[in-house]
Each structure stands twice: as C-alpha cells, then as structure tokens.
C-alpha cells in the first residue's frame, strides 16, 4: 500500500530545504534539484506549489519574516530588550539576514516580487517607532523609518560580516557580549 500524501509536511520539507539552499546561494546559485533532493520531493511538486525559484524564494523570506515578527515584536519602549532579543534572534537564525542580502545583491534597486507586502510589513514596525515619538518616549530627532532602518542595520551587521566583526572586535564569548554592549547603548544614545 502506497504512503498517504501528506501536502503540508511536504511543503514544510520545501521550505526548509528552500531557506538552507537561498541562504547559502542565493537565488540565482540555488539549484531546484538540490531543494528538491533535500525536502524528498519531486522538482514538478516544487513548481506546482510555488510556481518558479524567485517566487519560492519570495515566500521563504516572508515567511521567515513573519516569523521575525511575531517572535522578536518591535518595542520601541524597549529599545535595549528589543535590540538584545533581535541579536539573539539573528545569532540563532542567521539564514534569515543572508536570505535578505542575497534579495539586495539579487534585485539591487530594482523592485522584488511582493514589494507592497514587505512595505506593509516594515510600515507596521515603522509606526511603533512613530507612536513612541509621538509620545515623548523617544526622541522624535531622526524620521522613525530612518530609525528602524538605523537599528536593524546595527543589530544585523555582525551577522553579514562575521569575519568583520572577528578581525575588529574579537570573536571570544567577552568579545561578543561586550560589542552586544556596545550596540545597546549606541541604539539608546539615538533614541534617547
């Protein structure tokens, strides 16, 4: 008797085999024979859930994005906690800030598949910054999407560049959780 199909653990499998193999290649190094090898499931079940490689790459980011959020919530009433949970979470889920950089070498400026959803999704983090400006729980200095972008880009640099931060800062468990430190208080002096 043949086993039961079971679509959403199928699925589940691809995307797991998606994110490893777009984070380590990016889109255009990324092989669909590979995914598909490695989630056990045939290349025409892969396109026919997700249509293309861009496209399945476009939903494993939102997805890891989604996740993002709803574990690590924007709180700009606690920058410091927010910052610390978000470095924690990219030191434990690095795939998600290579997936990212592979989206910006692959499309560059250019628009990227879901563009308007990703909008949505950083304007909802951009009006917690906003509402803590209006009021008066952070400076109002620096336009909160400014201050969203600042923040993520400090928080996920040394997960971009660990060699960067090994040859600058160190790479000892003192070295980390001193630039841990460091990140902190730098994301309190900008919204202090």
């Known amino acids: 008797m043949p086993a039961a199909r079971d679509p959403e653990a199928t699925k589940a499998r691809i ?87 592979w989206e910006g070498l692959e499309y560059g400026t250019e628009r990227f598949p879901h563009e308007e959803e990703r909008k949505r999704h950083y304007d909802r983090k951009v009006a917690v910054f906003a509402e803590a400006q209006e009021k008066g729980l952070i400076s109002s200095r620096i336009p909160p999407a400014d201050l969203l972008f600042i923040m993520i880009s400090m928080v996920s640099w040394s997960t971009v560049q660990p060699q960067m931060r090994r040859v600058l800062t160190g790479d000892t468990d003192e070295d980390r959780a001193r630039l841990r430190a460091s990140v902190q208080e730098a994301a309190r002096r900008i919204v202090g």
């Not at 998606?18 to 290649?25: G, I, L, R």
Request: proline letters at 2%; glycine letters at 4%.
């Open 15 to 101: 995307f797991a085999a998606a994110t490893a193999e777009f984070a380590a290649h990016g889109i255009a190094g990324a092989r669909v024979d590979r995914i598909a090898r490695a989630a056990k499931a045939n290349k025409q079940l892969l396109y026919a859930y997700f249509g293309n490689k861009a496209e399945l790459f476009s939903q494993v980011l939102e997805e890891c994005l989604t996740r993002l959020a709803a574990e690590v919530p924007v709180d700009a009433e606690d920058v410091d906690g927010w910052v610390e949970r978000l470095m924690d979470y990219h030191a434990a889920h690095p795939e998600l800030i290579r997936l990212i950089y």
